[in-house]
């Protein structure tokens, strides 16, 4: 294997990269500072951020170094079907830019517990604000800021706590300049991880081309559908043993909304990028996310796909090895450590981006939900603006060296890290969204309702994921909601499970809702008309390419 230390080269492209995102966020800071100092402006960017960077935003929320490094083995194990988390993901978003983006606008949020509070009550906000923060520093910029940096070290070859320390600097400094700083250097940080990551497809596919004796990325890609066949499915079959991740057609009409649109509709760190617009910059910014989410299996899946087939046929035998046995998730490191001088830094300069990005996003919306639904509610109710901002600063500092100490006792490594995110989360994804979608569109759903959705969601979810201990479940084999696992337990596939909980919480909150002798007291519905679910000609334009594009892209990988 070839030294994984970088080159002088490497350097002065990563220096090229770090200088001018640090100097375009000094830029944007020293421009706009003087705009507006309040707290929304500094945590929402208030009709600060134009489309473009709205859409380049929410991409660098979402792609970090779980997708790079987890998704890409995910490609070496089980092929193209994983993609289906990023063209699913870009439907979504339409959804959620047509009917979630105009009811969150309209009604003025600024937070999702703030949306808890008006349309529930002060404590269904008060506790999922307590919930999220918990989720977003123990498990979400913990994972982020270790799998990020467990990369970074196994690239460049420096020591894993100084890669954690490095990251965690990098991304305060941006964070420390608000969202419009955030928004703005997210524009870089895309188009870094965006060439980079095509920059390392690129080269996957000439290996491949090259390694049967003929060149060109288009021959490489036509070697791997005939090499791989098996590796170009996007629905799976039960005989298939990662069905259990990805169950048949569960990735189209199953669980796989649920993890979705609970993960763009409800979530603070992706829809706040999207708060501070008016309609229709948010909207456009939502649709060109989905439009570059359409590319990201290209830059993260592709990959890994080339590294099964080249270690299928020999290569990387050793190189794929840990700890005795094939971890899937080195792929992607182990064809960055084969880009020549200087590609190999942008490469670096792209995961870094991914990562410093994730984290930032991350940071910024702990400190917004800390400082708007705890500190000013509760803590200091007579904050000045300035109070809230300094006290936005001083809880991201705070966050991430928490996330610093905390993350390398939490047992993450880049096997297991994209498995940690999706367990934790989604025990309580089904009950939180059932929540949010009955609070947008029924007015009668109640405050205890909602309170039955978050604690019964979970502990139903914990239930079914136990559940293959205490009885065979066997004989849901039969109707495709059981598959045997790596231990030869049959047990519920985690998408099947996240639907049926949804499907659990919905009935049983429409029951207490209904049962309940204040709901006419309570019946809390939110500002909403038909009008304001109409789109421009120029979104619903861009909405049928995407859906004719996944429609596409379904036919001929199904």
């Not at 036509?222 to 066949?229: F, G």
Request: proline residues 2%; aromatic residues 14%.
């Amino acid at each position: 294997m070839k030294n994984n230390l970088l080159d002088t080269k490497d350097y002065i492209v990563f220096a090229i990269y770090f200088v001018i995102v640090a100097a375009y966020g000094l830029y944007i800071y020293n421009k706009k500072k003087s705009e507006s100092t309040g707290s929304k402006d500094y945590f929402l960017a208030e009709g600060s951020l134009t489309w473009w960077a709205i859409g380049a935003s929410l991409i660098a929320s979402n792609i970090s170094a779980e997708q790079f490094i987890g998704m890409s083995g995910s490609g070496f194990k089980m092929g193209l079907a994983i993609a289906t988390y990023e063209w699913m993901g870009a439907l979504t978003l339409v959804v959620v830019a047509v009917f979630f983006i105009p009811v969150y606008l309209k009604n003025k949020i600024a937070t999702m517990p703030q949306f808890l509070h008006q349309r529930y009550n002060g404590t269904v906000a008060m506790i999922m604000a307590v919930f999220w923060l918990l989720l977003y520093v123990v498990v979400n910029l913990t994972s982020i800021l270790y799998l990020g940096a467990l990369a970074v070290s196994s690239i460049s070859g420096f020591d894993l706590s100084f890669c954690m320390y490095a990251i965690a600097g990098f991304a305060i400094i941006i964070t420390l300049g608000g969202m419009k700083v955030i928004g703005y250097t997210d524009v870089i940080q895309v188009f870094f991880l965006i060439l980079g990551g095509l920059a390392t497809t690129y080269l996957a596919l000439n290996l491949v081309s090259t390694h049967y004796g003929t060149t060109g990325v288009f021959e490489g890609y036509s070697l791997m559908t005939s090499k791989a066949s098996e590796h170009f499915h996007m629905i799976l079959k039960p005989d298939n043993e990662n069905y259990i991740d990805l169950p048949g057609l569960s990735v189209l009409v199953g669980g796989m909304w649920i993890v979705n649109l609970n993960y763009w509709g409800c979530n603070q760190y992706i829809t706040q990028r999207a708060l501070g617009a008016n309609l229709e910059t948010a909207r456009g910014g939502i649709l060109f996310a989905a439009f570059l989410k359409l590319l990201m299996p290209i830059i993260v899946v592709l990959p890994g796909i080339a590294a099964y087939v080249l270690y299928k046929d020999g290569a990387f035998q050793a190189e794929m090895l840990q700890d005795g046995s094939v971890n899937p998730d080195r792929a992607y490191p182990v064809l960055l450590n084969l880009l020549p001088a200087g590609l190999k830094g942008l490469s670096f300069a792209a995961l870094t981006a991914a990562v410093v990005a994730s984290l930032a996003g991350k940071a910024n919306s702990i400190a917004t939900i800390f400082t708007l639904d705890i500190y000013k509610k509760v803590l200091k109710t007579d904050a000045t603006e300035k109070n809230l901002v300094t006290t936005g600063k001083i809880s991201i500092i705070v966050a991430m060296i928490l996330g610093v100490l905390i993350a390398p006792h939490l047992g993450i490594d880049k096997k297991g890290g994209f498995q940690y995110i999706q367990e934790y989360t989604g025990f309580v994804s089904p009950g939180i969204f059932a929540m949010f979608i009955l609070g947008f569109f029924w007015k009668r759903t109640t405050s205890s309702a909602a309170l039955f959705a978050t604690i019964g969601g979970f502990g139903l979810s914990i239930l079914l994921k136990f559940l293959p201990t205490l009885t065979d479940l066997s004989w849901l084999s039969g109707m495709g909601f059981s598959v045997k696992n790596a231990t030869g337990v049959y047990e519920i596939p985690f998408l099947d499970r996240m639907g049926f909980v949804f499907v659990f919480c919905i009935l049983g909150m429409v029951i207490i809702s209904l049962a309940s002798n204040k709901v006419k007291a309570e019946a809390k519905g939110l500002a909403i008309d038909a009008k304001m679910f109409k789109t421009s000609t120029s979104f619903a334009v861009g909405a049928l390419i995407i859906i004719g594009l996944l429609v596409a892209l379904y036919s001929v990988y199904w």
